[in-house]
């Protein structure tokens, strides 16, 4: 079984010398395998797989993939001729929470989107009947779903993935909108649950990343549906707003049929009940597993390898260092900076004194609105403190919490603008290919998605000339391989161009996977926070796990960091020992 796939933004027959035409030998015997219009179109039943028109094309805009036998027949949507194909669906489950992991761009929005009734499935055609798509799920527990859906019997809330966009498309104050979409009469609860109530009488443009997404959630939970979709909850809240809002969803999970979209492993493995792994090509076609307990499912997807499909979906597996907590294996001091404050009206930080050492990664990690951001900015020289105290004599590379794209130009001319070696072989093995950039290098970057933008901005961060490179939030809208790349790549970076690096973040295994030391920072959100002096990664996971409550252990199988459910025996044993990050014994 064959499928082609051509990339509509890619392919630029005006700008080529239609190279797919010209080298295919099928043309060449007379027969129409390749016709080029406003774009190439490709015949699957005259291909034959030889892959010459996928290399020579010079945009890269042309996919062919021999898929198994099993999957022919079982096409649940295409988007047109030579359109990206999904295979299968996930399963809803009343009372339960499942959950969809894979990578990015291997359709888990559009299988939300058939489910949600935003999109009729057409069966890989250009259009099918309800009868039809029975008759393709008939015996399987989707059947009667499906069916409800088609009756407009289903009524469904979305949380969307990007919750930057709201502020584009509702004005005015928090509350008003938390009133007209309660449909349930449990705003006032959600507000009290998910921390809200300072936000209430805001201006939701005025509302950060974390307040955002917990309106975005409270939103969705509101409203009187059967079915809801919450397409990645975990950005930009800290853990402690993550283990929150996974239990606000657990409990609505209950009553209603609840699918998750999830990045973050170890929230994931806390929330779904199962989960399906959807795996594929990108852009080019994805299918989605059956359903399989939590802790399998993460497991098999961390290895690359799935049993039951018996398909590699990964060259290499996710690994994660058995050794951890690690201490620092530098000494030499870098830099020093001074214990200083900085004052915003209703805020204050006050950090104490420490050193960023030679060749290390620093991990951050914190509650929201305790001044993280803040102390980075004042590191980087974007901010000043109070006193002014505050003189780091280094060259200094920042990537900011909010990228944004207002850069109108090639992601290719971008990059090299910052360093020209950016194609040689060094950045094209290091950076490009493990981040996917290479396929970004000649789009725009307005025209790039939340990941893709976040993938550019880390590495144009570190392709800078600088001593420290400073990094607030690196894992945001990125997948959970494209997260563990990137912290192979400031890891190797560090290692290898003998550079420091600061990195802020909240997801567990990016801090774990990254970090030779850590900084806590504790505090009041919104009203004071408070930077300790970094330390080792025992004591600082240690400090910052204490302070909120939560134990982690260690998975036995892939040694993936797992947070123990509260007031399990482990999570006593732990917390009677002082050990809140891996039990020695683990």
């Keep these: 079984m064959r499928i082609a796939v051509v990339d509509d933004k890619r392919c630029k027959p005006k700008r080529c010398s239609r ?11 007379g027969a129409e395998a390749v016709v080029v219009d406003d774009k190439a179109v490709i015949s699957e039943e005259l291909c034959v797989g030889c892959g010459i028109c996928v290399r020579k094309c010079p945009f890269k805009a042309i996919s062919i993939v021999n898929l198994p036998e099993r999957l022919e027949g079982r096409e649940v949507h ?4 030579n359109g990206f194909v999904l295979y299968n669906l996930p399963i809803p489950r009343r009372g339960y929470v499942v959950g969809l992991l894979g990578a990015n761009g291997t359709g888990k929005s559009t299988a939300i989107r058939i489910l949600s009734g935003q999109l009729k499935p057409n069966l890989g055609k250009k259009e099918a009947t309800w009868d039809e798509i029975f008759e393709r799920f008939a015996g399987t527990e989707l059947l009667d779903y499906l069916k409800a859906l088609a009756d407009k019997k289903i009524t469904t809330a979305v949380k969307p993935q ?3 966009a709201i502020p584009r498309v509702w004005k005015g104050k928090t509350l008003n909108l938390l009133k007209k979409v309660d449909e349930l009469g449990i705003v006032d609860e959600l507000v009290v649950k998910l921390n809200l109530e300072n936000s209430l009488n805001r201006e939701i443009s005025e509302l950060s990343g974390g ?7 409270a939103a969705c939970l509101a409203r009187d549906a059967d079915f809801y979709f919450l397409d990645e909850t975990t950005s930009y809240l800290d853990i402690y707003q993550r283990a929150i809002a996974a239990k606000v969803i657990r409990e609505m999970a209950k009553k209603k049929q609840v699918l998750i979209v999830e990045h973050d492993i170890a929230i994931l493995d806390m929330l779904a009940d199962s989960i399906h792994i959807s795996y594929g090509e990108p852009g080019v076609y994805g299918v989605v597993t059956n359903p399989k307990g939590a802790r399998v499912g993460i497991n098999q997807y961390l290895r690359g390898y799935l049993p039951d499909e018996n398909v590699r979906i990964r060259e290499k597996p996710i690994e994660f260092e058995v050794f951890q907590p690690r201490e620092s294996g530098s000494e030499k001091i870098l830099a020093e900076y001074p214990s200083f404050k900085k004052s915003y009206p209703g805020f204050v930080l006050h950090t104490e004194g420490g050193d960023i050492r030679g060749e290390e990664v620093l991990g951050v990690v914190g509650a929201n609105a305790t001044g993280k951001s803040t102390f980075v900015k004042v590191l980087a020289g974007v901010a000043e403190d109070d006193e002014k105290k505050v003189k780091l004599e280094l060259k200094v590379s920042y990537k900011p919490q909010y990228v944004k794209a207002d850069v109108d130009m090639q992601v290719g001319a971008f990059l090299r603008s910052i360093n020209p070696s950016v194609t040689s072989s060094y950045y094209r093995t290091e950076f490009l290919k493990p981040l996917r950039i290479e396929e970004l290098m000649d789009r725009s970057i307005n025209d790039l998605s939340g990941g893709e933008l976040q993938r550019v901005a880390v590495v144009a961060c570190l392709l800078r000339d600088a001593d420290l490179y400073l990094l607030d939030e690196p894992s945001a809208h990125l997948d959970v391989e494209q997260r563990s790349e990137v912290a192979r790549l400031i890891r ?5 161009m003998q550079k420091s690096a600061l990195v802020v973040d909240h997801d567990i295994y990016l801090i774990d996977m990254v970090s030779d030391r850590l900084l806590v920072f504790e505090g009041e959100p919104g009203k004071k926070g408070v930077a300790r002096r970094p330390r080792s990664m025992r004591d600082g996971m240690n400090l910052f796990l204490s302070n909120l409550g939560i134990t982690f252990r260690r998975d036995e199988e892939t040694r993936r960091p ?9 999570d006593r ?4 020992k002082g050990e809140y990050y891996y039990c020695k014994t683990h």
């Design 19 to 29: 190279e797919c035409i010209k080298y295919c030998p099928v043309v060449r015997t």
């Design 211 to 217: 307040e955002l997404q917990r309106l975005a959630i």
């Design 562 to 570: 797992r947070v123990n459910k509260l007031g399990s025996r482990l």
């Design 78 to 81: 295409r988007y047109g001729t």
């Design 492 to 496: 190797r970076f560090a290692l290898n």
């Design 573 to 576: 044993e732990q917390k009677a």
């Design 162 to 164: 990007y919750i930057e």
